[in-house]
């Protein structure tokens, strides 16, 4: 097979290209697309959905994998290669075990959740979702139940979005955190609070975004090879390494909304534009579980690296040390007469919050643990879907202090349960602590700490790039994990960085 192009690549590659044309649809559906091509997106996107499908799951890649897996040697040039032929086999049987008939059950249902979810959201009626819930854990237990798992059903779903992870990991991880940020809330709430009108004053929107995109080409955000466009959600979403698209979303009278999101995007975007080019439309670039063109190897992993660039270095006091005076220069009229100090305790204020979206560093995590708590239960089918406000509104109480006042504002406000997306929500919590594993790890690099002092960041994009973006899907979170810092999930580093900051608020 030496001049023929070898037939793992071609399948893959054509895998790649249509997963590639889906994403660029769902871009243009969030930035572009009049509201009345709904309807006909919609039915593009199924077609090549199960054009994707007919090729992931297909007679010609399961022929290819299992011919050149039997001509493969031992050397370990072919290490390599047998992963990307291992990894896909296993992902096509785990495919394989969740029926046809599932899969089209839960396409549809998701299109009725997500509407009837909206206008839910909008009443602040949860009677109206709750049918459309029930048979989404229905139709998720049985897809756990089809997948499989040894201890918990929920391990089942939270494979999909980050292999390795189990419920029992969690659990001790979660422990950890509670015992770690209870402690330090309770200090930072005892403090006077910061100036908060001072990031409602008039920020017009051309200046923020200006100002954003200089900070994130500094991160290493290439524009060459990347843009960004306003939507209501902020997102990241790649066409291959080459291509890497951002959104923000601005409002003139709430600077950090617009800052931090444009950050946290550009931290995903930097990951997937420092895959290795080699990957490209390759195995190590392409989600097949999730049908999803993407060369982050999950989604905690992914959002390690956005939540380290907003947070970690976003956040940070050195970092508005260098960077206050130019966001001066931008806004004159409304930062002319506050310090440094008082913008920085501003954009790091501690307030528990009801909307996790919108919660601080240190209430955040307990949004996810209690969404963490509620999905395991339900797809252990220990709590029923119609106890839900009442359980939400426990944890809310129990976790953040608050008492939620309607439906909206709790157990209705995320998208993901009307999707059928239940097990994510261990991502953004996952990704937080290795966010600061990992730069814990890269600041013992004298490069990287000279750099975060100057404000010259390639030294950590680079750093984050040799241990952690070049390797694309080729090796798994823990791997990546072990290879950059030694060691597997630990949340020392987080709680540290947290109760640093805890400090120097003070
Ligand atoms: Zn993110």
Request: aromatic fraction near 8%; glycine fraction near 8%.
């Amino acid at each position: 097979m030496t001049s023929r192009i070898n037939l793992f690549d071609r399948e893959i590659g054509r895998l790649n290209d249509v997963l590639c044309a889906i994403n660029l649809l769902g871009w243009d559906a969030r930035t572009q697309m009049p509201a009345g091509a709904a309807r006909m997106r919609g039915a593009q996107v199924a077609t090549l959905t199960g054009l994707a499908r007919g090729i992931a799951t297909g007679r010609a890649i399961r022929d290819a994998i299992a011919m050149e897996l039997d001509g493969l040697d031992d050397r370990p040039e072919s290490a390599l290669r047998r992963r990307a032929l291992l990894d896909t086999q296993a992902a096509i049987r785990i495919a394989d075990r969740i029926p046809e008939s599932l899969v089209v059950e839960a396409a549809a249902l998701k299109t009725e959740a997500q509407q009837v979810w909206a206008e839910a959201r909008t009443k602040s009626d949860f009677a109206l979702f709750q049918p459309l819930l029930e048979r989404t854990v229905l139709i998720q237990r049985e897809i756990a139940a089809a997948i499989g798992y040894a201890a918990h059903p929920y391990d089942a779903l939270i494979q999909q979005y980050e292999p390795g992870m189990t419920l029992a990991e969690l659990q001790s991880l979660f422990a950890r955190l509670k015992a770690g940020l209870l402690p330090l809330i309770d200090t930072a709430l005892g403090r006077p609070q910061p100036r908060l009108d001072v990031l409602e004053r008039s920020y017009p929107v051309d200046a923020q975004k200006r100002f954003a995109l200089e900070i994130a080409q500094k991160f290493g955000y290439d524009l060459k090879r990347g843009r960004l466009d306003v939507t209501v959600h902020p997102f990241e979403v790649s066409f291959t390494r080459e291509d890497v698209r951002i959104t923000g979303r601005f409002r003139e009278n709430w600077l950090p909304g617009g800052l931090f999101a444009i950050w946290h995007e550009a931290g995903h975007g930097i990951y997937e534009q420092g895959v290795d080019p080699a990957f490209t439309r390759s195995a190590f670039a392409t989600d097949i579980i999730n049908l999803y063109a993407v060369g982050g190897a999950s989604f905690g992993m992914h959002e390690s690296q956005s939540r380290l660039f907003e947070n970690r270095v976003g956040r940070s006091h050195r970092f508005w040390e260098l960077h206050y005076g130019a966001l001066q220069t931008n806004f004159p009229a409304s930062l002319g007469d506050i310090d440094m100090e008082t913008f920085w305790r501003a954009v790091n204020v501690v307030r528990p919050s009801f909307i996790r979206v919108e919660a601080d560093e240190l209430t955040y995590d307990f949004h996810v643990i209690l969404r963490v708590e509620i999905e395991a239960a339900l797809i252990a089918g220990d709590i029923a879907v119609k106890d839900l406000p009442r359980i939400w509104a426990e944890k809310v109480k129990t976790y953040l202090g608050l008492t939620v006042p309607d439906d909206t504002q709790g157990v209705l406000q995320d998208v993901h349960w009307s999707a059928g997306m239940i097990g994510s929500f261990p991502t953004y919590t996952i990704g937080n602590v290795m966010g600061a594993q990992l730069f814990a790890t890269a600041r013992k690099a004298p490069e990287v700490a000279a750099g975060l002092q100057s404000g010259d960041y390639l030294p950590l994009t680079r750093w984050l790039n040799h241990h952690v973006h070049r390797h694309g899907r080729s090796k798994t979170p823990g791997e990546i994990l072990r290879f950059a810092t030694g060691s597997g999930l630990d949340p020392a580093p987080y709680l540290e960085d947290l109760s640093e900051k805890v400090a120097l608020l003070a």
